[in-house]
């Protein structure tokens, strides 16, 4: 269908073609490569961070800090029930248990007033999710982890550029880990990157990335600790360097494209957009919603029937951890109470948020919702 409206697609605005056909020229497309520095340099900069590591992928980017900071078998980590799952596969891949943590309802993010009603002598570390580009609430989450010693780990894989108290998220945290993957604010179409002010920290993610090899002297092939091949291609980290340079440009784009459906949705009842907390200055990863059925008269479902029937796609939001088969028998909690992560995943949906969607087709998105209220 010609007049298909896809939910997302990469943007590739800048001088990623250049800078590709220079790895190919000069035959750089492993990991070693100007690029890599380049790309990381650049990122640290803009995150304004001393360390930024490259990885092949957001996943791979949180299993990395979690390893470096010695989170494994015994340990818990909390996380947010609310979430995508790689957060939680992550924690199951160094052997600790991943904790859930209900969601709030205006704001979506991991509720911060359950949280130390979660916290045992086995929690090392919380780790925080920025939903759909909205910051958590970064200064209670500092309190309670400073108050109980625990690591303040930031999933920034959909929050890019966004700030908290004038801070960028993921630099507020021991470390930050964020995803380029092909519908993130800036893509390398696979990626992640590991943000750290702690340079004994960045160095063992370093080393661990490249299967322990050591960092410095000559090569000897003697690993001290199992590591992991977690590196990013020069061809990769070449797309990086061009997405980065226009990274304010597209958080503006897709601000301003959040910002039409806004307008063009605020008077249809029962349709709620996520709400920021005081302090905090978000950026649009997807366009997000909730339906509220009595309001609106339908429900999330045939909402997104009625949109595919249109040529228009869109997602449901995320399941909520504690339901995922995989999480139940690696022995996590599924009897616990999580309402509002429950509710959000029934009443959510995504709808197209390209960063260069043009505002005829957000009309057309927004006309048939309107339209469709009973
Ligand atoms: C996208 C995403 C990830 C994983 O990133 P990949 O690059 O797809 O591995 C992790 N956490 C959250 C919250 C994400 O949205």
Known sequence: MSNFIPVCEPFLDGREREYVEKTIRDGWISSSGEYINEFEKKFAQYMGVKNAIT???????????????KIGPGDEVIIP??????TAFSVCYTGAKPVFVDADLL????DVSKIEEKVTAKTKAIMCVHIYGHPCDMESLKSIAKKHNLFLIEDAAEVHGATFNSEKCGTIGEVGCFSLFANKIITTGEG???????????????????LSFPL??????????????????NVIAAIGAAQVEKMDFYIQKRKEVEKIYQEKLKNVPGILFQKKISGSDPICWMVSITVDE????????????ILKENGIESR??????????????FGCDINGSYPNSIQL????????????LAEEKIDRVSCVIQKHQK
């Open 55 to 69: 990885t092949n992928n957001g996943t791979t980017a949180l299993h990395l800090a979690l390893a470096a900071l």
């Open 81 to 86: 029930d609310f979430t995508m799952i790689a």
């Open 107 to 110: 704001t979506w993010n991991m």
């Open 192 to 210: 992640g990157m590991v943000i750290t002010n702690d340079d004994h920290l960045a160095e063992r993610c370093r080393y661990l990335k490249n």
């Open 216 to 233: 410095r002297g000559p090569r000897e092939y003697i690993h001290e600790e199992i590591g992991f091949n977690y590196r990013m291609s």
């Open 294 to 305: 009595k309001k609106y008269g339908r429900s999330r479902n045939e909402l997104m029937d």
């Open 316 to 329: 449901k939001f995320f399941y909520p951890m504690h339901r995922q088969p995989a999480l139940k028998n």
């Open 345 to 356: 995943s029934e009443t959510g949906l995504y709808l197209p948020s390209a960063t260069n």
